[in-house]
Structures are given as structure tokens and as C-alpha cells.
């Protein structure tokens, strides 16, 4: 069945670069997301990436997909205390049309 | 402001009581779906509808029912709640015309049922 999995826990320091990796099974998968939660709070879509596409870079974000392997990753440069959240993967063949299958999430945590 | 309403935002009950969450969106979407987050398990999905008086289950549907009416509404409805239903409820819609842009999520509902 279909399954994303990723490391619960990611600890950087302030300035440093984020790199939150997801690896998923559903290879029919046409989009991927990262989506975040920031505590108390509900998901917000940080930035999603086609399945035919290997990167996609907004502004201190940058998506890498290696769809051979079914490695998704999340790069967040020059991290900073407001980016300290819960970060989900999710996949979707329609867009979330039919639903999206989501990761654990990863806790991001900033050490100053 | 597009947006997507659940309702009530807070809620303690006690098991057996009935209960329903009520799900609102402004988008005119096509699709609407329920979850269910807890600790160390992510988002699941419950229920999801892709157009009016069309429904189907996700992942965990035990124990709930929905309805889809109206293309607006997406009610989740706890027929005889039980403890393991203790949870944080997000609804979410999309729309069929625009896939990319997934799925926007409500502020969720937290349920404690005892």
C-alpha cells in the first residue's frame, strides 16, 4: 500500500541549512507536497513539485526529487526561529483530489 | 477570503453522544476531504467526497459517517463516540479544475471524548 515515511525530529542551528528528507512508495504519485504546522496551528502548502520535475527552488526553499529512488527532500537556507514547526510530506495523484497520503511529519528544532 | 470554516473549534463529550463537526468552504470546490492527526501518526485520511452526494472512505473510516448534501458542507458526524476518537479532526477541499494547488485545510477540531 501506499506509505511516506520520514525522521521524526531534525535539530539545526539558527542560520544553518534545514534538510528535511521523505521517501514515499506510491510511484503513480503525479504530485508531492511539503506542508507546515506550526504549533496550535492548521497545514499550510509551503511548496509541491510535479512528478516529471527533479527540483523546484522559491525563494529559501529548494525541492529535490529523485523519483528513481522515491526520495523527496526539503531544503530551508539560512534557517531561522519561525521556521520551527512540524514540516509533513504528502503525495497525491490528483492533486489531493481523492486525498493526499501524508508522512508523520518531521519537528523541526532550532538551537540558537 | 477563501477559506475553509470547521465548527466547533473545541469539543469535550463523553462517550455515546452523538456529535457532529461541521465543515464550510467558500471555493465553490469539487472536493472535500476529512483527517484525523494524532501524535506519531500523521494525518489519515476518514472520508472524502468528490462531488455532491458522492462519498467514499479513506484510510480509518470506522466509527464516523459524513454526508455531502450540498456543495459547500461536509459534515462529519460521530454517531456513539468512543475514547479512541480523542483526536485533532482537520477538513479540507480542493478543486477539480486545479490540481496543483492540493488541498486547503481548515484550523482543525479538537475533540477529547471521555
Known amino acids: 500500500g501506499e506509505d511516506v515515511e520520514q525522521s521524526l525530529f531534525l535539530s539545526v542551528r539558527e542560520g544553518d541549512s534545514s534538510v528535511i528528507n521523505c521517501t514515499y512508495t506510491?510511484?503513480?504519485?503525479?504530485?508531492l507536497y511539503w506542508y507546515k504546522q506550526e504549533p496550535g496551528a492548521g497545514l499550510q502548502l509551503l511548496t509541491y513539485i510535479f512528478s516529471n520535475m527533479d527540483m523546484k527552488q522559491d525563494q529559501r526553499l529548494t525541492v529535490l526529487l529523485n523519483k528513481k529512488d522515491k526520495h523527496l527532500s526539503l531544503r530551508i537556507a539560512d534557517t531561522q526561529t519561525g521556521d520551527s514547526a512540524i514540516y509533513f510530506c504528502a503525495e497525491g495523484r490528483r492533486g489531493g483530489a481523492d486525498g493526499l497520503t501524508f508522512g508523520k511529519g518531521t519537528h523541526l528544532i532550532i538551537q540558537p | 477570503e477563501a477559506q475553509v470554516t470547521q465548527n466547533p473549534r473545541y469539543l469535550i463529550t463523553v462517550t455515546g453522544k452523538k456529535l457532529t463537526v461541521t465543515c464550510s468552504q467558500n471555493?465553490?470546490?469539487?472536493?472535500m476531504s476529512w483527517y484525523r492527526q494524532d501524535p506519531g501518526l500523521g494525518l489519515r485520511q476518514i472520508y472524502y467526497s468528490m462531488n455532491v452526494e458522492v462519498t467514499d472512505k479513506g484510510d480509518v473510516p470506522e466509527g464516523y459517517k459524513v454526508s455531502r448534501k450540498e456543495k459547500r458542507n461536509f459534515p462529519l458526524i460521530l454517531e456513539s463516540p468512543s475514547p479512541n476518537q480523542t483526536s485533532l479532526y482537520f477538513c479540507?477541499?480542493?478543486?477539480?479544475?486545479?490540481?496543483?494547488?492540493?488541498?486547503?485545510f481548515g484550523p482543525g477540531t479538537r475533540l477529547l471524548v471521555l
Open positions: 471555493m465553490n470546490h469539487e472536493y
Open positions: 479540507a477541499s480542493s478543486s477539480r479544475t486545479s490540481y496543483f494547488e492540493t488541498q486547503y
Open positions: 506510491d510511484s503513480s504519485s503525479t504530485y
